[in-house]
């Protein structure tokens, strides 16, 4: 960045607001950010971070009680004239017609009729609307009507695009469409704003779109820190990186305590469907395997143990996936981890089962490392629940949970109380 143009700076800005009792509100405090040309940065913060707030101080909408922002190293005492601002709330003129709308801010600035029409058919073309000119608001969905908040901000060709939580008024498909083309748009060169500032609550959207993401603490609003999305444009939402950056991010904004930092380059592996199996039954059929010499024929074990092999799978699977067996052709193979489990004795087995569930379930590292983080070293069992959603169905979801405890409580990774519904640190004794 230090070898890129500052197009906006916030220095050490606080915003205070009167209460009507008396005394003030401070929203903002000490706040020093920079925007700079080429990149796209998100602001990502809970409610009463201040993030709007900063936004509209950032366009010159108003003042900072303390501080000061720079235009390319000019202060800033009034509207910003190099950014184009998209709201939530669409914000068209009802009475205007959809190009209308869009030559809104040309027609301000004193541009000519004819040269302002051309500018918006452009920009209209741009977010898909051809053939909508003539069309007022009310005709339109609520996605169109957001590509004119787009096309209205495109044709002032700002420095700074500002987006304020620009796709949380739209459905969720018509959402996820606007933000892939504003994302196409900026990776192939052609988009009409040199930055974009986007402010959102939405941490995947966060991910799919900025190059650096600034997270703000809240009560007053603060900056926490900030880390670079280390990922090529088109992002897939499905890829173990975004899935990382975005957990990372969770367990960051739901933790105030949380260092920010930045997510280390080794790929993350996408969490991996948990084997409903339980802890004791993977132990047992360690145990058996160790006895029969190391290794059994599948079929041939599940009719030993007068099972299905249906049944036995996920006891297999889990013991696959944990380390402690290899699967080849119908037939399983203890590993040399397995034969440490199934001889070692009661407390040792108990280490072995932890070492592998923190080595090879990335869901049970994440569960320890919040709770390291709490200072009550608990979390609600939704927290994990939000995690998992991200990458099951909500049934599914629930009885990963439940094998998650199951797995933590065996290996005195944390302990669970049912009643509270909340997973806490296990006693190190």
Same mark, same amino acid.
């Given at each position: ?14 915003? #205070? =607001? ?17 925007? /700079? ?61 959809? !190009?209308?709308?869009?030559?809104? +801010? ?39 009507? !957001?590509?004119?908040? =787009? ?6 060709? &700002? ?7 620009? =796709? ?18 900026? !990776? ?27 997270? *703000?603490? /809240? ?12 990922? &090529? ?41 948990? &084997? ?9 059929? @360690? ?7 190391? +290794?059994?024929?599948? &079929?041939? *074990? ?10 036995? *799978? ?42 592998? @569930? ?43 949970? !439940? #094998? ?20 806490? *640190?296990?006693?190190?004794?």
């Amino acid at each position: 960045m230090e070898n890129k143009t500052s197009l906006i700076a916030a220095q050490d800005v606080t915003k #205070t =607001f009167p209460l009507p009792g008396g005394g003030e509100q401070t929203v903002l405090e000490n706040v020093s950010l920079t925007i /700079a040309e080429g990149e796209v940065v998100a602001l990502l913060g809970r409610s009463g971070s201040g993030k709007s707030t900063l936004l509209r101080i950032l366009a010159g909408l108003i003042m900072p009680s303390r501080g000061e922002v720079k235009r390319r190293n000019m202060t800033l005492r009034g509207p910003n004239p190099d950014v184009a601002m998209v709201f939530q709330s669409f914000a068209l003129l009802p009475w205007l017609t959809v !190009q209308q709308n869009a030559e809104l +801010g040309l027609i301000a600035r004193g541009i000519r009729k004819e040269q302002a029409a051309d500018q918006a058919l452009h920009a209209l073309a741009m977010v898909g609307l051809e053939g909508f000119q003539v069309a007022y608001p009310k005709e339109l969905s609520g996605g169109m009507r !957001q590509r004119v908040g =787009f096309a209205r901000a495109f044709v002032m060709k &700002p420095d700074v695009l500002m987006m304020d939580e620009p =796709f949380s008024a739209l459905d969720v498909l018509t959402a996820e469409n606007l933000r892939g083309e504003i994302s196409d748009l900026w !990776q192939k060169g052609t988009f009409p704003a040199k930055s974009i500032l986007v402010v959102t609550h939405n941490i995947e959207e966060a991910v799919l779109l900025a190059d650096r993401i600034v997270v *703000l603490g /809240a009560n007053p609003g603060t900056i926490r820190g900030e880390m670079r999305v280390d990922m &090529p444009r088109r992002r897939d939402k499905n890829a173990p990186r975004f899935k990382a950056l975005v957990d990372h991010i969770y367990t960051v904004m739901t933790n105030p305590d949380a260092h920010v930092g930045e997510l280390p380059a080794t790929p993350a592996r996408r969490f991996a469907m948990l &084997p409903h199996a339980r802890a004791g039954g993977i132990s047992g059929l @360690l145990e058996i395997l160790h006895e029969r010499g190391g +290794g059994e024929d599948l &079929p041939r *074990l599940a009719s030993d143990l007068r099972l299905e092999i249906d049944d036995l *799978l996920p006891t297999v699977d889990a013991a696959a996936l944990l380390g402690f067996a290899k699967i080849d052709q119908g037939s399983v193979t203890i590993t040399s981890s397995g034969e440490n489990f199934a001889m070692a004795d009661v407390h040792r087995s108990h280490e072995i089962f932890k070492e592998q @569930l923190l080595r090879e379930v990335p869901i049970a590292g994440t569960t320890l490392r919040v709770l390291e983080q709490k200072k009550n070293a608990k979390i609600g069992k939704d927290f994990l629940l939000d995690i998992l959603d991200e990458h099951f169905s909500n049934s599914e979801a629930e009885r990963q949970f !439940q #094998t998650l405890v199951d797995w933590g409580r065996y290996a005195h990774v944390f302990e669970y109380d049912a009643d509270e519904e909340r997973p806490y *640190l296990a006693d190190p004794e």
